[in-house]
């Protein structure tokens, strides 16, 4: 079992990763996922943002419910049991985002709760890259909490 720390460092060593620099199709995110959910995942434009949350768990050797996974919804359905309140967000946990009051969009690791914000680690953001945002609270779908 890994700790938050640990998970934290392999999404940072990720920042800058970009699928429009990988010399291969799709992302290696996707390509790793598609080693065992069929090659669809591993194409061009396929968003990636559960699939690096995905690898980098897996890369840690920490389990979650619903993980691996390419979908959002996936993840919050079987990570609920996870659920902590949104203020008491802490590093390591996973965020799940909702933009516009539908079915959740992203997710990510939050590497700082800084009371009015916080920060997080995501793939997929930033124009197809992993990187490091400042996101609002109001955001934020759910926070789900690894058994560290």
């Known amino acids: 079992m890994a700790t938050a720390s640990e998970v934290l460092r392999i999404a940072a060593g990720e920042i800058g990763y970009s699928r429009w620099t990988d010399p291969q199709p799709g992302t290696k995110y996707g390509r790793w996922y598609a080693q065992s959910h069929g090659s669809y995942y ?4 396929v968003p990636f943002c559960a699939m690096f949350v995905s690898w980098v ?11 691996p ?5 996936y993840v ?3 990570g609920r049991s996870r659920a902590v309140s949104t203020r008491s ?20 690791f939050i590497e700082a ?4 914000y916080i920060q997080t680690i995501e793939g997929n953001t930033n124009n197809g890259r992993v990187a490091r945002r400042t996101r609002a609270w109001n955001t934020i779908a759910a926070i789900l909490r690894p058994a560290y």
């Open 69 to 73: 996974a390419a979908y959002v919804p």
């Open 42 to 45: 591993g194409a061009s434009g």
């Open 57 to 67: 768990m897996s890369r840690a050797g920490q389990a979650f419910p619903g993980l």
């Open 89 to 108: 967000a802490r590093p390591g946990d996973i965020v799940i985002f909702n933009w516009d009051g539908g079915v959740v969009d992203h997710i990510g």
């Open 76 to 78: 919050l359905s079987a």
């Open 113 to 116: 709760n800084h009371g009015s």
